[in-house]
């Protein structure tokens, strides 16, 4: 039995995971089933109670969820060179981060439901805002203490790579690339790499 990704194509998260499962020459042993949490005949809420994507399956039939959970699983199953690594300092900067990646994209997924999906009269400009600050403080803090390479990449690195992706796909007129010139090289080199291009949003 293959594992099953439930996965929407739109879905950042789903992105990173879908990344992930590459870059670990995963990508036999998962299949990747579509999934829309939002119809009222989905029955993804029975497997993960918070109703989202990614969530996958296992080959014993437990629900995994949360993208970092379940990238962590996967890594810990390959037997190759490891995408969350062993030595404790390493880690920690892969985890933080990862935990600056997923905070963008949470960031940015409030501030395009704010401004796409909300109703007009009922959106909060402030609100809007505060989120794109914090991506943009995010950004800041990135051109300033990330080692911009892609010799030895982690978890951390592909994170970081997939919500720079995704500002580009929903919040292009944030213009990050003309502030950020070293971290736009970088991203361009990181999204040459197979497990980028095969993930690349759409629609």
Excluded at 4 to 10: M, Q
Excluded at 121 to 138: D, F, G, L, N, Y
Excluded at 156 to 174: E, M, N, P, S, V
Aim: some cysteine; glycine content about 8%; aromatic content about 8%.
């Amino acid at each position: 039995m293959a594992m099953i990704l439930c996965y929407s194509p739109t879905s950042p998260y789903v992105r990173k995971v879908s990344v992930v499962v590459r870059e670990l020459g995963l990508s036999g042993v998962v299949e990747c089933v579509p999934t829309d949490p939002w119809a009222p005949d989905s029955d993804l809420s029975a497997q993960n109670p918070l109703g989202k994507v990614p969530t996958l399956i296992t080959e014993a039939g437990e629900a995994l969820f949360d993208s970092h959970v379940i990238c962590e699983y996967l890594d810990g199953i390959y037997g190759g060179p490891k995408l969350i690594p062993e030595d404790p300092k390493t880690r920690i900067e892969a985890l933080q981060l990862e935990a600056l990646g997923d905070g963008v994209l949470d960031a940015a997924v409030l501030a395009f439901i704010e401004a796409e999906r909300r109703p007009e009269t009922s959106r909060w400009p402030v609100w809007a805002s505060r989120q794109r600050a914090s991506i943009e403080r995010s950004l800041d803090w990135l051109a300033e203490h990330m080692y911009l390479s892609v010799d030895r990449i982690h978890l951390g690195h592909l994170t970081i790579g997939c919500a720079l992706g995704y500002i580009d796909f929903r919040l292009g007129d944030l213009n990050w690339r003309e502030r950020h010139r070293d971290l736009s090289g970088w991203y361009e080199e990181l999204s040459a790499r197979e497990s980028m291009r095969q993930t690349q949003p759409s629609g």
